[in-house]
């Protein structure tokens, strides 16, 4: 019988004198990304779950007005503490005023948004943000974001890896499915001013186009305006932590008191460095890279062990008390979010980014993070 003949290009499956050439189907561009997958190291073992999911992969929900694609628990099925979504707006567009039973915290990846929220008391914030800031909106609290001058896109994570995007509290949506004489009654108004209410809720409303707003006092409530605990926080202008190999800074509930259910770090990384073998004593641990190429080994004990490579845009998860570093792998800065919905963020995490035990210099035991 005539075979069929594959490609050979590409990375192939062999370590030392481990491992064989593919002869079958393959795809070459996911293997080249997942080195350590193809030919995975030899310490590692067993059955440990996936831990990487790329935005990549996910599925997108196109609007006029921008887009939203989200990695959860459907996604990435060991993450069930945090879920992220990434999210653009046009210039002027506007996600929709909205809540949600989980805590918002977003992290602006480019342009700039002005966000609003009203708080218990009935108190208005609003406030413009802009790449490297970030803002948490506690669960429940009502919310929009709007797009700037030049547009945004924006990480947004949640404290519970079962939310959906596709699944908030939309104003629009509630006035969609309450009878017209009870809103007349509500608001003290005739049942026309209701006639036009959207009805294409799915493709008119969530992400919707806008104008680009005017100054932000232009846009301010004046009356209840101001509230004691700010939703935004300037974390790019935050100094950083300097380290051997890299630099850090980290956000939680004692220097931005507004996220209280999530902590974070955004961690920097030079070529050669890596973040050194730790765990967190409290936590899962949610990752988001934005920028560079890193492997991360996860240990899950009684001899389990996986390896697994991660680009810009890609998520990866580490469970409670496994195992784990991150080796820059590239030739440029890696930066990357460490997620967890837990506070405080422990202090001693920021310690182990060391380029002297990536040169085999360092001496020092591993240490709990
Ligand atoms: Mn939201
Ligand atoms: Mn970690």
Known sequence: METTSFSTDGPQPIRGDRGATILGPRNVPIERENPDLLASPITDAGTVPNLKFSFAAAR?????????????????????????VDMRLKPGAIREMHWHKEAEWGYVLAGS?????????GRNFIDDVAAGDIWNFPAGIPHSIQGLKNGAEFLLVFDDGAFSENETFLITDWFAHTPV????????????????????????RYIFEASVPGPIESDAVQSDAGVSMPYSYRFSAQEPLRLAGGQVRIVDSSNFPAASTIAAALVEVEPGAMRELHWHPNSDEWQYYLSGQAR????????????????????????????????????????????????????CLAEPVDGAHAAGAGSGAPQPG
Request: proline share 6%; hydrophobic share 40%.
């Open 113 to 121: 948004v002005r966000i609003t929220a009203v708080n218990p008391d």
């Open 60 to 84: 997108n929900r196109l609007l006029r007005g921008g887009w939203a694609r989200e990695v959860t628990v459907r996604e990435l099925p060991v993450a069930t503490r945090i879920a992220g």
């Open 181 to 204: 004489e009870v809103l007349a009654k509500n608001f003290g108004v005739p049942e026309t001013a209701f006639a036009n209410l959207p009805t294409d809720l799915d493709n008119t």
């Open 296 to 347: 991360m080994t996860v240990f899950a004990s009684g001899g389990k062990a996986r390896t697994f490579d991660y680009l810009a845009g890609d998520v990866g998860y580490v469970p409670f008390a496994m195992g784990h570093y991150v080796e820059n792998t590239g030739t440029d800065t890696l930066r990357f979010l460490e997620n967890v919905p837990q506070q405080p963020f422990c202090r």
